[in-house]
């Protein structure tokens, strides 16, 4: 991961961090609430005493604490007059979007029933940590009838910028993409990595287009901060795309039927490239393209995802589980529960230098848009904005 500079909103030229706009903006809280925070750590009875604030490595959890956590426990939660604001610990899974343990710790030394005494218990509820939890809380949320947002890899640059905008009126720029690329029939992708070249053909269907907004007032519901992208659910995909893993290899992806089919080394280390394809040897579903995302929002670059792809001008394609974005990849299509991830792969200038988008268009209305060239959102995308 690249290094960031931490900007002042004044330098990034954003408002101040607002928690009780953001939490009344999100969530809309009614007076006797109940709401919770959702940390992950290695081994959850460190939240004990809150013994992980002394140790390194859980940068987004102390955030949870500090930002979120004292935050509201402050005068923040005197404003809302919720009834509860608590903080637990689970053990971290291994990857994005597992399901989550069946059971979590407190500060004071208690280990609780996830189910009974957190999902039915709270209305809204945080979940702040290393990986993605989209998924199983959305599952859950439907279930038992909460609502909420996941966080992941939050630090102070999304904290300054992500989570400083107003998301009504971000949201009206958000409509404006959404409107201008809902009805897609397809998407084509064009990209190089030094002398290799990929096209992937992604068909949509014509389907209505699905955005991030920030906004969750209804129980059932889940939101990932910051918010700002407009996706599509794939219904088919053919061709090959690269795909750079977090150790830096880079592999060509090759596509068929909606699925990545076959892995083959760029650069890097074969030993990645294996284990990539052996999990999609062995569990079909872990290989499906799940999602076809793109950013609408301008801001910095922060170092982790979950902003980095609502920036415009980038977009990523995700492999696994979609459930969540109310695709029909859940958790029974696995073998193996351990390969039901949603794995996001950004197109970035900063994440993926290595690969150069030649072009991404879009077929809609009987008529071929150019949307993306070198990162850079072109007249198409830009004149929805006006």
């Known amino acids: 991961m690249q290094s960031t500079k ?11 961090f607002d928690l009780l706009r953001l939490i009344k ?15 992950d750590l290695d081994n ?22 500090e930002i979120f956590y004292q935050g509201l426990k402050n005068e923040v939660g005197t404003h809302l007059e919720l009834d509860a604001i608590d903080i637990y610990a689970y053990q971290m899974t291994s990857g994005s979007n597992l399901e989550l343990p069946s059971s979590v710790y407190t500060p004071d030394g208690k ?45 102070d640059i999304i904290i300054n910028t992500g989570l400083a905008i107003d998301y009504i009126e971000a949201n009206k720029n958000i409509e404006k993409l959404r409107l201008g690329l809902t009805g897609a029939d397809s998407a084509d992708i064009d990209f190089e990595v030094g002398d290799h070249k ?9 389907q209505i287009a699905q955005k ?9 519901e889940i939101v990932h901060l910051p918010a700002g992208e407009v996706y599509f659910v794939p219904y088919d995909a053919e ?54 995302g793109f950013g609408t929002q301008q801001l910095p670059f922060s170092g982790s995802d979950i902003q980095d792809e609502k920036i415009f001008g980038t977009f990523h394609l995700a492999t696994g ?33 290595e690969i150069k988008i030649t072009k991404v268009t879009m077929k809609r209305n009987g008529k071929t848009e150019i949307l993306i060239e070198n990162y850079e959102p072109k007249e198409y995308l830009l004149n929805l904005l006006k």
Request: charged letters at 25%; glycine letters at 8%.
């Open 212 to 220: 991030s907004y920030g906004m969750c007032h209804k129980a059932k």
């Open 239 to 292: 061709g090959s795309f690269p795909m750079k893993f977090d150790d830096g290899t880079i592999a060509h992806m090759i596509v068929s039927k909606g699925r990545v089919k076959k892995v083959i080394l760029i650069s890097g280390d074969q030993n990645t490239v294996d284990e990539f394809q052996n999990k999609i040897n062995n569990d079909k579903a872990a290989g499906i393209i799940g999602e076809l």
């Open 44 to 65: 959850p009875e460190d939240i004990v005493n809150f013994n992980y604030l002394k140790m390194d490595g859980y940068p987004a959890q102390q955030k949870a604490h």
């Open 198 to 206: 990929c096209h992937l053909h992604v068909y949509l269907g014509d």
């Open 6 to 16: 931490v900007l002042s909103n004044k330098e990034l030229n954003f408002p101040d």
């Open 321 to 353: 589980r979609n459930d969540h974005l109310h695709g029909s990849i859940n958790l029974d299509r696995f073998i193996d529960k351990k390969n039901a991830t949603h794995d996001d792969i950004l197109f970035s200038k900063e994440k993926t230098p």
């Open 25 to 39: 903006t999100v969530f809309a809280p009614k007076k006797k609430e109940r709401l919770c925070i959702l940390i």
């Open 111 to 155: 280990a609780l029933d996830l189910i009974k005494d957190v999902y039915q218990k709270y209305d809204i509820i945080l979940c702040i940590g290393t990986f993605s939890a989209t998924a199983p809380l959305t599952a859950a949320a439907r279930e038992y009838g909460f609502r909420g947002a996941t966080m992941h890899g939050l630090n």
